[in-house]
């Protein structure tokens, strides 16, 4: 198992959601019989002397900037499940610890290299994210955690066997779940888990019962709880509820980045591409205001998320401030990653996928079109709009291999491989043209005048369906019209008439 400790996890958040707060002296309190009493303090804070569970008018007493919030459990365990499923991408399960750790199931270690490379990702998935992260890998619960809280260094790999050595020098403290079984042992004079566990069994049962003899044998690395992995929420979903209601769309903003990124997080922890998005603003009194929110590529990076909700938001009009943020991932797919190929340009594709998503939500899913192949050999008629859908992503070698089996053994020339962008919908309109006396085109009247033929290439033959009732053969030309541009014409076999049926952009 590792265990992944997040030293003051509800302070670092609360400074990651409010970077004002970064290097400011801070407390988190909570209620204790009637009385507001430190739950966590920053760096700054504890350097001025402000300890845990000292009461808020003390603290503030000892420092009056001293900056103060309140505790929220339940934010603060749906922080931490969150920031857990982030590194599901190096692990089969997880099992919170709150306030501010979580066990992980260390059992795939050797698709990192070793232990050390597992430990090596866990605490840079942690620095991604924002957070500060003490990982320690042992064969037990209570040695994991009690080493990632208690011990020092910064990183620590206990071999089976070897737990009781390495828990002997903590002290009593780390046993946090027999807080009487600990006060019992330093009334006695003991100070260390080596210390008691180098005690009898029969004393510690004489004087202390049970619960002695299993802190005992927690001390001697005699741990036998099993991990038992979180379930995972079915829908990926974040909430905010806003300190104080936004009126405007900057502090919205503010407040989703870190929801996007905390989505976007366990979305790549899941091995999932988000595909529709719904973002509810809880306006106060009025109720719940939906924003869908339709992605042109799955995805899961947070800053066109981010991108594409500033530019839905900026065309929102409110009657009531926002009290309560929730972004809930509608439709996801598999994210197996991508492959790039030498020469794609990602910031170029970046953009296109943000102009194609603002498209789809602005003016609605039916905007987009996709084209879906029709089983006619027709140029007009192989392919028919269909509605848009987010190609599911693959690795970019399958995705290549595919095109690549698609293509002919001797390539034709690259002209023949270009079809115009705009095809007449029917089979082409006659056009009236000038041949010279060779037979070859001169001059074709299009769009009300004559036009030169400034170059021509061809023939292209195209044919098929000789065994329905309406069989085809053309032959077809990319013809460059004087004032127009290059068009896509042709003949029929037999028959000397010409049509215009595409141009090229």
Same mark, same amino acid.
């Given at each position: 198992m590792a265990y992944v400790h997040l030293p003051r996890f509800p302070v670092q958040r609360r400074v990651l959601e409010e970077p004002s707060l970064g290097g400011? +002296?801070? !407390?988190?309190?909570?209620?204790?019989?009637?009385?507001?009493? !430190?739950?966590?303090?920053?760096?700054?804070?504890?350097? $001025?002397?402000?300890?845990?569970?000292?009461?808020?008018?003390?603290?503030? @007493?000892?420092?009056?900037?001293?900056?103060?919030?309140? !505790?929220?459990?339940?934010?603060e365990a749906q922080a931490l499940s969150s920031l857990a499923e982030a590194f599901l991408r190096y692990s089969p399960g997880f099992m919170p610890s709150a306030p501010d750790g979580l066990w992980l199931d260390a059992s795939a270690a050797s698709l990192f290299g070793d232990e050390t490379g597992l430990v090596d990702r866990l605490e840079a998935q942690a620095r991604a994210a924002g957070y500060r992260a003490r990982v320690v890998l042992a064969s037990e619960l209570f040695t994991a955690?009690?080493? @990632?809280?208690?011990?020092a260094g910064t990183r620590l790999c206990v071999a089976p066997g070897d737990s009781e050595r390495a828990l002997a020098g903590l002290p009593l403290q780390a046993l946090e779940d027999a807080p009487d079984v600990v006060a019992s042992l330093r009334a006695l004079g003991l100070t260390t888990l080596g210390e008691?566990?180098?005690?009898?069994?029969?004393?510690?049962?004489a004087r202390l019962g049970a619960q002695g003899l299993r802190a005992q044998r927690l001390a001697r690395g005699q741990d036998g709880a099993r991990l038992l992995p979180a379930v995972l929420p079915e829908v990926v979903e974040e909430v905010r509820t806003l300190e104080a209601p936004a009126e405007s769309l900057e502090p919205l903003l503010f407040s989703l980045k870190s929801s996007l990124d905390r989505l976007s997080a366990r979305l790549r922890g899941r091995q999932r591409a988000a595909v529709r998005l719904t973002l509810t603003l809880v306006l106060e009194p009025t109720g719940p205001y939906a924003v869908p929110l339709a992605?042109?590529?799955?995805?899961?990076?947070?800053?066109?998320?981010l991108d594409l909700v500033r530019h839905r938001l900026e065309s929102v009009r409110l009657d009531a401030p926002v009290a309560t943020l929730i972004v809930t991932v509608n439709e996801s797919c598999d994210d197996r990653g991508q492959q790039g190929v030498l020469?794609?340009?990602?910031?170029?594709d970046a953009a296109l996928e943000t102009v194609l998503a603002r498209l789809a939500t602005a003016l609605?899913? $039916? @905007?987009?079109?996709? +084209?879906?192949?029709?089983?006619?050999?027709?140029?007009?008629?192989?392919?028919?709009?269909?509605?848009f859908h987010p190609p599911r992503r693959e690795?970019?070698?399958?995705?290549?291999?595919?095109?690549a089996?698609?293509?002919?053994? $001797? +390539? +034709?020339?690259?002209?023949?491989?270009?079809?115009? !962008?705009?095809?007449?919908?029917?089979?082409g309109e006659p056009i009236d043209v000038e041949l010279d006396p060779l037979g070859a085109l001169r001059s074709a009247r299009v769009l009300g005048r004559r036009r030169a033929v400034l170059a021509i290439a061809g023939p292209e033959r195209l044919g098929g369906q000789w065994w329905s009732e309406a069989p085809f053969q053309r032959d077809y030309y990319r013809v460059h019209l004087e004032g127009l541009g290059p068009a896509w014409v042709y003949r029929r076999a037999g028959e000397g008439r010409f049509y215009l049926h595409g141009l090229f952009d």
């Open positions: 400011q +002296p801070l !407390v988190l309190v909570h209620e204790a019989k009637g009385t507001l009493r !430190v739950a966590f303090a920053s760096g700054a804070a504890q350097r $001025e002397g402000i300890r845990t569970g000292m009461t808020l008018t003390a603290a503030r @007493a000892l420092l009056p900037a001293l900056r103060d919030g309140l !505790v929220d459990a339940v934010a955690r009690a080493l @990632a809280r208690y011990g008691l566990g180098a005690l009898l069994p029969t004393q510690v049962i992605l042109a590529r799955p995805t899961t990076d947070p800053k066109l998320l020469g794609d340009g990602p910031a170029g609605g899913p $039916e @905007a987009l079109g996709s +084209p879906v192949l029709a089983d006619d050999h027709r140029p007009e008629a192989a392919h028919a709009p269909g509605p690795p970019g070698m399958f995705a290549e291999a595919r095109r089996q698609t293509l002919r053994t $001797e +390539p +034709p020339p690259e002209w023949q491989l270009e079809r115009p !962008v705009r095809l007449l919908a029917r089979e």
